[in-house]
């Protein structure tokens, strides 16, 4: 009887992952589309960061193919930054990390990314002093 419990605890704890994943990965699409160009690269860049904070890679076409949906029927952000504000802070250094990538995938960072990373910048919770250094640290590596 208690294998039971313990089976059912981890179904709805894969579940939830799941879910926590599709989240993340919906505000990096509302990243990569804002600039109305949504290209195969920042969809890998989107891919390699779910799968450095835990998702399955077995999943990942299912996760992405449902978080795709899901940013296309939101109207704000906030049901995204939700689930991100209380994952540790080395994650959401990954999961900004990737947002700058996206931003800069094309080499330039046009008024709609730089004002959603600022209003990303309060709703996670992360000073605007490591927001900039994490933007220099990506630029620096992309653009030479």
Known sequence: MINFFKDRDKVKNENSNEESFMKIASLLIHAAKIDE????V?????EKTMI???ANTSNIDKIMSDATIIEKNSNQILNFTKEIKTMPEVDKI????SLWKIIYSNNNADIYETNLMRRL???LYV????IGNLKEKIKKELIK
């Open 127 to 130: 000073d605007s002093n490591t």
């Open 42 to 46: 920042e969809k890998e860049i989107i």
């Open 52 to 54: 450095k904070l835990g």
């Open 37 to 40: 160009n949504y290209t195969e």
């Open 94 to 97: 990954k999961i900004i990390e």
């Open 121 to 123: 910048a309060g709703l």
